[in-house]
């Protein structure tokens, strides 16, 4: 579909996913700045108190930016909620986000109506991960804006089927905006997700190993040093299924070959599941597309990274039509 205000001045049709514990104002203040969507979960800032302060800061700033650039405007934020009901936050979260009247929301984990009807009552409007077409359907039944199909690859929690049956499938009914998500790390792979009818890519294991990033040092050159391979794909850690760092496994001294299955039931977030390690914080999350991340980047020079091959993807794709 045709992107409308406030997507309409984006640098590249980029997202930028909520990464937990990682993306706080720093970090989508800098993403937003260079041209992409910037989000945080609204989880990350504990206590609740912490997140009023994140929206003044990050509100206050992109606003100075669009005062001192009229002409090249910040791009919108967006704030994460989890809907699962184990998020006993998620009422007075909301609540915050329409204080600041924030543009978008992602939810994840859940789709409700009220949450989707809060967002719409001050102007914002609501993306919702799906792993598949039939929750796909029910988002959109419950009032979300639009959706994120999380494909296989995708970092922490994610789905297993292709992409390009995923975004058919949810493309044959659906008109409205998609942010395509799953091992997105270039810029071809960012024209690749239009091609297949997306209005957005959804790149989240890249910021990891950004300077303006919460995460440990290791955790970033973890994510430099690692490809596709290095990713292992289990429920062990939260109860659902997600893709981690196998050198955090290790180092956690498991075996991600033999790694048990946990109670889903038992669905506890950062808690570790069934596991002694902390999800998050020991055992550190990422998509397969890691192998194109080759260095610790500050976000301005990744997006302008991501921007020059984007570029010149279309244009090495012209020449072959």
């Keep these: 579909m045709a992107l409308s205000a406030p997507f309409d001045h984006l640098r590249l049709p980029i997202i930028g996913s909520p990464l937990f514990i990682i993306s706080g104002p720093e970090l989508v203040i800098a993403q937003c700045k260079a041209g992409i969507v910037g989000s945080f979960p609204a989880l990350n800032a504990r206590p609740i108190s912490q997140l009023d302060e994140w929206l003044h800061q990050i509100t206050e700033e992109l606003a100075a930016h669009n005062r001192d650039n009229p002409d090249q405007p910040a791009a919108p934020y967006a704030v994460n909620q989890i809907v699962h009901r184990s998020n006993n936050r998620l009422e007075e979260d909301i609540a915050m986000c329409g204080k600041w009247q924030v543009p978008m929301m992602i939810t994840s984990l859940g789709a409700r109506e009220e949450v989707f009807d809060a967002a719409h009552s001050w102007g914002g409007i609501v993306l919702h991960d799906v792993i598949n077409d ?22 922490g929690h994610a789905g297993v089927q292709s992409p390009f049956a995923l975004m058919q499938e949810i493309r044959s009914w659906f008109d409205g905006l998609v942010a395509l998500s799953g091992s997105i790390s270039h810029g071809r792979s960012v024209l690749a ?81 069934n596991s002694k390690a902390k999800a998050w914080k020991d055992i550190w999350g990422s998509g397969q597309g890691i192998g194109m991340v080759d260095k610790i980047d500050s976000v301005a020079d990744r997006v302008d990274r991501l921007e020059r091959e984007y570029r010149q993807a279309i244009v090495d794709l012209a020449a072959k039509t």
Excluded: C
Excluded at 138 to 154: M, N, Q, S, T, Y
Excluded at 213 to 229: G, L, M, P, R, T
Excluded at 242 to 265: F, H, Q, V, W
């Design 193 to 273: 997700a239009q091609a297949m009818g997306a209005d957005f890519a959804y790149i989240g294991s890249p910021w990891i190993a950004t300077k303006e990033a919460n995460a440990d040092e290791a955790y970033k050159q973890e994510i430099v040093d690692s490809n596709a391979a290095d990713i292992v794909y289990t429920n062990l850690f939260t109860g659902v299924h997600g893709n981690y760092l196998r050198g955090s496994i290790e180092k956690a001294g498991m075996d991600p070959e033999n790694l048990p299955t946990s109670d889903p039931s038992a669905m506890n977030f950062g808690s570790g599941g």
């Design 134 to 155: 039939k929750f796909a359907h029910k988002a959109i039944e419950k009032g979300a804006d639009g959706l994120i199909p999380v494909a296989a690859g995708a970092g």
